[in-house]
């Protein structure tokens, strides 16, 4: 394991890895154990760290509360939520929770795993409600595709905004 031979050679502290996955709770543990700093910078909603371990991405309530604040400050009243996977409807629950006392109108769809984003985005078309405004709850390397299949669908028009909530947007091949 790359955590070991690195700690076998004395480093004083670790940093990463940048995504959610069992290397990164090893890596956590391993830490905690031998009481070696470790920072990472990586959205994690559980938020249990001990004294050696720092997380320097935003804390998940703040980030949602600036993309509530987004939304107040664009006027959006109707919009849609686009997201990928279960933690995605996680950062966007403050919009949930918000939606009735703004008076939003909110439409909810989630991207089916192994199909098109395109299929999703035509769903939001078809909708009976115009919808012009998307929030993009998706994983930073899928981005560049997930906006692609919006320009397929022709929903990448100087009428559509989006507010993206990745920190972190990949570079187009």
């Not at 004294?51 to 949602?64: A, Q």
């Not at 995605?88 to 008076?103: M, T, Y």
């Amino acid at each position: 394991m790359i955590v070991c031979s690195l700690l076998s050679n004395g480093v004083v502290a670790l940093f990463g890895p940048l995504s959610v996955s069992p290397v990164s709770t090893h890596t956590q543990s391993i830490c905690d154990a031998l009481e070696i700093p470790h920072v990472e910078s990586r959205w994690d909603f559980q938020l249990q760290r001990d004294d050696l371990s720092i997380n320097l991405y935003p804390k998940p309530s703040v980030l949602s509360k600036a993309y509530v604040d987004l939304v107040k400050a664009w006027n959006w009243k109707v919009f849609a939520i686009a997201y990928e996977n279960n933690e995605g409807i996680i950062r966007v629950q403050d919009f949930l929770k918000e939606a009735e006392r703004n008076n939003w109108q909110i439409l909810l769809y989630q991207f089916v795993s192994g199909q098109p984003y395109r299929d999703t985005f035509w769903e939001i078309n078809k909708s009976k409600t115009r919808v012009v405004n998307i929030v993009l709850d998706v994983k930073r390397q899928n981005l560049v595709n997930v906006l692609r299949h919006a320009q397929q669908v022709g929903m990448m028009t100087e009428i559509h905004s989006y507010l993206i909530t990745s920190l972190s947007i990949p570079s187009s091949s």
